[in-house]
């Protein structure tokens, strides 16, 4: 059955909504992003991704008029008229159509151009990944500098999800400079002792909004947390591992290059992590 999409204030038949040839979003990588999970029908940390879309936005000079509570509006109407109980709404927001191709941004009151869908996926909180962990290899993280900004140029992402696929994994770390900087899709922990330990925030990762309230859910349950970068070595020697993201919520990861932790199985800190997680997103959403 064809999903019905918002496209620039419309609703309609995914077959029919369309977007220039000439958008920026499309010639340049030119947009920026946000997924947002859907629990029972509701959306999880609304806030959270709401307030780093206008960040994006605002770093890359881009302007958007819709407010808060029309986004809203377009998230909860997506979901009902597509009947989506788990899964996720996908918002872009590109500098829109410049007419031709041209580097310089299009001039001022050149209006942006706004795609929202649902992709619907039953059982996404029950992910049997979760039970058993995943596997990871490192790569160099040869982005752009600015990956606090969420834009649209997932490219060498795309690259490092499939060089894991070849080697028989599930996911790739980046490392620079030694250090570990995030997942291809995801921010990264480790747990050592009762300390959980994170790369702290810069513009070297992406500012998840899974992380914050993790952080949060866990200082609040007098768990330690140390923001710190770390490197494959000292990953590899952990107890635990884990990653974050608004798709995947808590995710164990039980092998780091070809390195088993914790005997190759889920660790009970992850597991908990993901049940706070959990719990006090279902609590929240709206
Ligand atoms: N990815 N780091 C990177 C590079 C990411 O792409 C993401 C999210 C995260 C986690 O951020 P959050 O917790 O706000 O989802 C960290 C999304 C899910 C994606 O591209 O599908």
Same mark, same amino acid.
């Given at each position: ?91 872009? +927001?590109?500098?829109?159509? !410049?007419?031709?191709?041209? %580097?310089?941004?299009?001039? =001022?009151?050149?209006? *942006?151009? /706004? ?117 494959? +070595?000292?990953?590899?020697? !952990?107890?635990?591992?884990? %990653?974050?993201?608004?798709? =995947?919520?808590?995710? *164990?990861? /039980? ?32």
């Amino acid at each position: 059955m064809s999903r019905i999409v918002y496209v620039n204030g419309q609703y309609l038949p995914e077959e029919e909504a369309t977007v220039s040839i000439f958008d920026r979003g499309f010639v340049m990588g030119d947009a920026v992003y946000e997924v947002t999970s859907v629990l029972e029908g509701k959306i999880l940390e609304f806030e959270g991704h709401m307030t780093r879309l206008a960040r994006s936005l605002s770093e890359l000079e881009m302007t958007c008029d819709l407010t808060r509570d029309q986004w809203l509006e377009i998230h909860r109407e997506l979901i009902a008229r597509n009947n989506v109980t788990e899964g996720m709404v996908y918002l872009q +927001v590109s500098r829109g159509n !410049a007419g031709d191709r041209d %580097f310089h941004y299009p001039p =001022a009151g050149t209006p *942006p151009t /706004v795609v929202l869908y649902t992709q619907s996926k039953p059982g996404l909180a029950d992910d049997p990944k979760a039970k058993v962990g995943i596997k990871v290899i490192s790569i160099p993280d040869l982005r752009w500098h600015r990956r606090d900004i969420k834009t649209v140029q997932l490219l060498y992402p795309s690259m490092a999800k499939m060089a894991a696929e070849k080697a028989g994994k599930h996911d790739a770390w980046f490392v620079e400079d030694g250090f570990v900087t995030e997942g291809s899709s995801n921010n990264v922990y480790i747990v050592k002792g009762n300390k959980i330990i994170t790369r702290q925030l810069s513009n070297d990762i992406l500012h998840g909004v899974t992380r914050a309230s993790l952080l949060k859910y866990a200082a609040e349950a007098q768990m330690e947390i140390e923001e710190r970068p770390f490197t494959i +070595v000292e990953a590899q020697a !952990a107890d635990e591992a884990f %990653f974050t993201s608004a798709s =995947a919520f808590v995710m *164990p990861v /039980v092998e780091v290059d070809d390195v088993a932790l914790n005997g190759g199985k889920v660790g009970p800190v992850a597991t908990r992590l993901r049940e706070i997680y959990l719990d006090e997103s279902r609590k929240r959403a709206i």
